[in-house]
T-cell receptor, first 114, second 114 residues
Framework: DARVTQTPRHKVTEMGQEVTMRCQPI?????VFWYRQTMMQGLELLAY????????DSGMPKDRFSAEMPDATLATLKIQPSEPRDSAVYFC????????????FGPGTRLTVT | AQSVAQPEDQVNVAEGNPLTVKCTYS??????LFWYVQYPNRGLQFLLK??????LVKGSYGFEAEFNKSQTSFHLKKPSALVSDSALYFC????????????FGSGTRLSIRP
């Protein structure tokens, strides 16, 4: 049963520290999305990639967030330095094809910044 | 710009009764429309999609949705609710340009009482 995996599942860190979240998309999927979910803002698209190239990262705070795909099996989202307002659940999702009608979500990384 | 609205934060239904979760959208041209469900501490799961063709779309777990172009709506329905249907439901839309991204609604919490 193919699924998206994310590590770590939970992360507690202090303000100012670097945070790295990892995602392994479903094998063969060529589109990867990063979302952030909070009670106040709901589900926000941060960035997405197709064939490892960034297509849109307009939802991401540029000064502290960065997203990369070092290879087809790994996507990373980094926050440096982290702030308490970054506390949220971060989801990775993957899809297949140009249209990626269906997105398959990972279980999320719950980040708490104190 | 595309947008999607879910006018109800919460919907309460008795088990065995029909349920409807409302969604309206705004997009230039013909839309792609989706419903996703999120169970506690999980990522979103794809339920169904409308791409083209029959306005009534059938999806997972007995859910269906009706595309109404004149009312720009895509309401989610089920003839007989189960307690296990209790979850957070997201409507999503995108336009048909190749670089378009999916926009998610704010979510509706569905609560089915025994």
């Amino acid at each position: 049963d193919a699924r998206v995996t994310q590590t770590p599942r939970h992360k507690v860190t202090e303000m100012g520290q670097e945070v790295t979240m990892r995602c392994q998309p479903i094998l063969g999927h060529n589109t990867v999305f990063w979302y952030r979910q909070t009670m106040m803002q709901g589900l926000e698209l941060l960035a997405y990639f197709r064939n490892r190239a960034p297509l849109d990262d307009s939802g991401m705070p540029k000064d502290r967030f960065s997203a990369e795909m070092p290879d087809a099996t790994l996507a990373t989202l980094k926050i440096q330095p982290s702030e308490p307002r970054d506390s949220a659940v971060y989801f990775c999702a993957s899809g297949l094809g140009q249209d990626s009608y269906e997105q398959y979500f990972g279980p999320g990384t719950r980040l708490t910044v104190t | 710009a595309q947008s999607v609205a879910q006018p109800e934060d919460q919907v309460n239904v008795a088990e065995g009764n029909p349920l409807t979760v409302k969604c309206t959208y705004s997009v230039s041209g013909n839309p792609y429309l989706f419903w996703y469900v999120q169970y506690p501490n999980r990522g979103l799961q794809f339920l169904l999609k409308y791409i083209t063709g029959d306005n009534l779309v059938k999806g997972s777990y007995g859910f269906e949705a009706e595309f109404n172009k004149s009312q720009t709506s895509f309401h989610l329905k089920k003839p007989s609710a189960l307690v296990s249907d209790s979850a957070l439901y997201f409507c999503a839309v995108r336009d048909r340009s190749s670089a378009s991204k999916i926009i998610f609604g704010s979510g509706t919490r569905l609560s089915i009482r025994p």
